[in-house]
Structures are given as structure tokens and as C-alpha cells.
């Protein structure tokens, strides 16, 4: 719900496509440049403990959101001011989250026995995208119904919610002494394991780019305003159209799991997203915008779940933070580098032209790995 308001809020108030996609910075900043020191941190830390600071202070720019969207702020600050001041408080977010999110990877494995962890990956995956499509659908509809202010105010409220459950857990203390090893050469082993497991690299550098490149649905608030003209509804249900094609998916394979050929079906996932970007570039019809984006997040609910499988079955307990971390700055960062990838090719070359340009190099970089990852294309689970 945050992220799909945040970046109507920045194009409402700036009117600018590039806008968009420097929110997408101020996130991954923070993330990429922490991440590695975060998990070290997470491996030698109590993570009930983490994982609640963490929320409790997302929950804390929340609320400084929330006073920035109202119209006591909005005549004592310009536009300029209001625009610099979110970007400030995603900067933060993306700090936090830098955190957090490697700590939610390593809790679901000291929750679940071995045995059943690829289903309970599939579950924590439906359960997250169940999350989003909802927060993208809705959110639309009450930004249209109650504004900014009030959408933030729900916000804040289920972020409070969330920490209230999280609040529940039971302690999950570290494998790991502190100060048993030095930081750095904490980290360095961390990054030598992602390295040296060829199955967990290929899968990391093959998302890296695909969501780099694919990552121009950011540039959604441009189409749903100015091309297709849809209005905060519209908005929403594009918004939501490839997280509903994700639950679809995984609700799907959580009864009826990949059993082979799963690294074929991760490029092939992928390759497919590509195609679907490029055709979402070229619609002019709201129908088939919202049906390729939809096919898309089918896809890549399946490219999800095979690698989210493969992350915790390749990763020893004791380095699950560091390699969560990797993950997190592989992949989750690169959700936020691809949008400001996305709104610098949109100034450069124009918003249809960018995310044309987006689908054919995430189509390049499945070819590429195709070749170059034969272990990653052969893998089975």
C-alpha cells in the first residue's frame, strides 16, 4: 500500500515520470550499501528482537507520512519541500528494511522443520503476494475515497497491526556467538558461499537484472494517468494486476508443486515476464494492459517460488542472515534501482520507448544466462 501511494503522491505532486523513479533510489541507497552489514548483524543477533525495532520504526515514517500528506502541511510547504521531505523518510525506510526483510527470510526457517520448508517457501510467498495484491487493489479505491492523508492513516494502522502479531513470536536466538568472528570477515564469507553455490548465484544474478531491466512497470502512474487515462481506480487495479496473477499462481503450486525441471522453468518464467513487459509498453487498451500484467506476475509468482525454494534449501542456519542479505541486495534492491533505471530511460528516451527498451534486455539477459549458467538452467529440487 505504501509503495503504490508513495509513487502516485510523487507523480500527483511533480507531474514528473523521473520523479517516480527517484524514489526508487532514495530506498536502495541505504539497502545495498547496508545489506551486507545487516547480515552479519541478523546471524549474531536475537531476531524477534530485530525483526520488532525494525517495524516499529518503519512504523515511525509512517506516521511522519502521514503528517506530510495533511492539509496543515500542505500550507506551510511547497510542493518542492513536501517531494524532498518523502524522499527523506523512504531513505529511512530503506535503512530499516535492510534489516528487516533478511530477518523475516531466516525466522520462517527456525519456525518450520526441514522437511517441509520448500512448501512452507510457497506458503510465505501466497501469503506475501495475497498482502500486496490486496494493498495495491485497495489503496487505489481509498486514495479516490478518503485521499492521501486517509489512505496513510489505514497504512499506519495495519503496520501497527502487524507488529502487534509479530509482538507473538517467541525469541529465535542467534546460532552464532557475538564476536566470534570479525565483521568483515563475517561478511566475506558470506559472499564467498553465494559465490561458490553456482545454483544460488545463477538464480540471484538472473533476478538481478530481469528486475532491473522489467522493473519499468514503475512507470504504471504515467500509463494509468496520462496514456490510459483511469484515474486512482485504474491505478490501483494495474497496480494489482500482476501480484492477483502471482496469488493465482501460488495458490496453485502449493497443491501441485514443480516436481521437475525447475531451473528450465525459472529462465522460461522469466523470459515470458520479458515478453509481457513489452506488450504492456505498446497497449493502448486498459483490458490488454491489465491482462499482460497479469500473465507477468504468473510468471513471476512461479520464478518466486523456485528461487525462494532454492535460497533455503542451499543455505546452512548459521548463514542464513548473510546470505539473506545477499539475497535482499540482489534482489529487493533491485526492485528500487530498476525503478529509478526506469524513470532515468524515461526522461531519456520517453516513457513507451524506456520500458520497450526494459522487456528486450530482460529478454537478453535469459538468453545470456541460458548459456553462460548451465548448472542453473539443469537444476532439479
Known amino acids: 500500500m505504501m509503495g503504490t501511494l508513495v509513487g502516485w503522491w510523487i507523480y500527483e505532486l511533480t507531474n514528473e515520470p523521473f520523479a517516480i523513479g527517484l524514489i526508487g533510489l532514495s530506498e536502495v541507497i541505504p539497502a545495498v550499501s547496508l545489506s551486507l552489514y545487516a547480515g552479519h548483524i541478523i546471524d549474531i543477533s536475537e531476531k524477534r528482537k530485530l525483526l520488532l525495532t525494525g517495524v516499529a520504526l518503519y512504523f515511525t515514517c509512517a506516521v511522519f ?7 496543515f502541511t500542505a500550507g506551510q510547504l511547497s510542493k518542492h519541500w513536501i517531494a524532498f521531505s518523502i524522499y527523506i523518510a523512504i531513505f529511512f525506510t530503506g535503512v530499516f528494511r535492510s534489516f528487516t526483510g533478511p530477518t523475516f527470510g531466516t525466522i520462517l526457517s527456525a519456525i518450520v522443520p526441514k522437511k517441509t520448508i520448500q512448501n512452507a517457501t510457497t506458503w510465505g510467498q501466497g501469503v506475501w503476494l495475497g498482502a500486496s495484491v490486496t494493498g495495491h487493489a485497495i489503496v487505489g479505491f481509498l486514495i479516490a475515497l478518503l485521499g492521501n492523508t486517509g489512505s496513510l ?3 499506519c494502522t495495519l503496520v501497527f497491526a502487524g507488529y502487534l502479531f509479530m509482538y507473538q513470536l517467541k525469541p529465535k536466538p542467534s546460532l552464532n556467538e557475538p564476536g566470534e568472528k570479525k565483521t568483515l570477515e563475517s561478511v566475506k564469507e558470506g559472499l564467498r558461499y553465494v559465490y561458490q553455490t553456482k545454483e544460488l548465484f545463477g538464480a540471484l544474478t538472473l533476478d538481478l537484472f530481469a528486475v532491473l531491466f522489467g522493473g519499468a512497470v514503475a512507470m504504471i502512474p504515467v500509463f494509468a494517468k496520462d496514456i490510459l487515462k483511469v484515474g486512482p481506480i485504474g491505478f490501483g487495479w494495474l497496480n494489482a494486476a500482476s501480484d492477483i496473477g502471482s496469488v493465482i499462481v501460488i495458490v ?3 497443491a501441485f508443486p514443480l516436481k521437475k525441471a525447475q531451473g528450465k522453468k525459472l529462465l522460461i518464467s522469466v523470459a ?43 543455505t546452512p542456519d548459521n548463514m542464513r542472515g548473510r546470505v539473506m542479505s545477499v539475497n535482499s541486495m540482489f534482489i529487493n534492491s533491485s526492485n528500487e534501482f530498476g525503478q529509478f533505471e526506469s524513470g532515468v530511460a524515461a526522461k531519456m528516451m520517453g516513457v513507451v520507448p524506456s520500458v520497450v527498451f526494459g522487456g528486450c534486455m530482460t529478454l537478453l539477459v535469459v538468453v545470456i544466462t541460458w548459456f553462460k549458467a548451465p548448472t542453473l538452467k539443469e537444476m532439479e529440487y
Do not use: H
Open 153 to 155: 492513516a489505514i497504512i
Open 252 to 254: 496453485l503450486l502449493t
Open 272 to 314: 515470458i515476464f520479458g515478453i509481457c513487459i513489452i506488450v504492456f509498453a505498446l497497449s493502448k487498451l486498459f483490458w490488454l494492459t491489465f491482462a499482460v500484467l497479469l500473465i507477468s506476475g504468473i510468471v513471476d509468482g512461479i520464478s518466486v517460488v523456485i528461487r525462494g525454494t532454492i535460497l533455503q534449501l542451499k
Open 65 to 71: 507520512l502521514l503528517l506530510l500528506s495533511t492539509s
